[in-house]
Nanobody
């Protein structure tokens, strides 16, 4: 599956953004989907995971502020982000792995988008 992210922007702390990830080449309904992020000088880590059958998992640092969702008709994944903080600044990626999975190490996701930049200023 081919993934393309969009929606990244520069916002002030406390602001909101919604990231989108549009898929082509296959239907997302059979995949576990995840949003990961990578800040400068840091590794790539999972932010929010949406398993094939609907279970969600969030990193502790974003729980209550970020919401992952999927629109099977649009074949798209979303990440709604509110109350953004400077520490949320990163490149955000969507990724996928066929089947039903909880949050996995980044290297186990088999399809990746190119990323979209989120910058939060204080």
């Amino acid at each position: 599956v081919h993934l393309v992210e969009s929606g990244g922007d520069s916002v002030q702390a406390g602001g909101s953004l919604t990231l989108s990830c549009v898929a082509s080449g296959d239907r997302l309904r059979t995949y576990t989907m995840v949003w990961l992020r990578q800040a400068p000088g840091k590794g790539r880590g999972g932010v929010a995971n949406l398993a094939r059958y609907g279970d969600t998992q969030y990193a502790d640092t974003v729980r209550g502020r970020f919401t992952i969702s999927k629109d099977n008709a649009m074949n798209a994944l979303y990440l709604q982000m509110i109350s953004l903080r400077p520490e949320d600044t990163a490149m955000y990626y969507c990724a996928a792995r066929d089947g039903n999975h909880g949050l996995l190490p980044a290297g186990l996701y088999t399809s990746w988008g190119q990323g979209t930049q989120v910058t939060v200023s204080s």
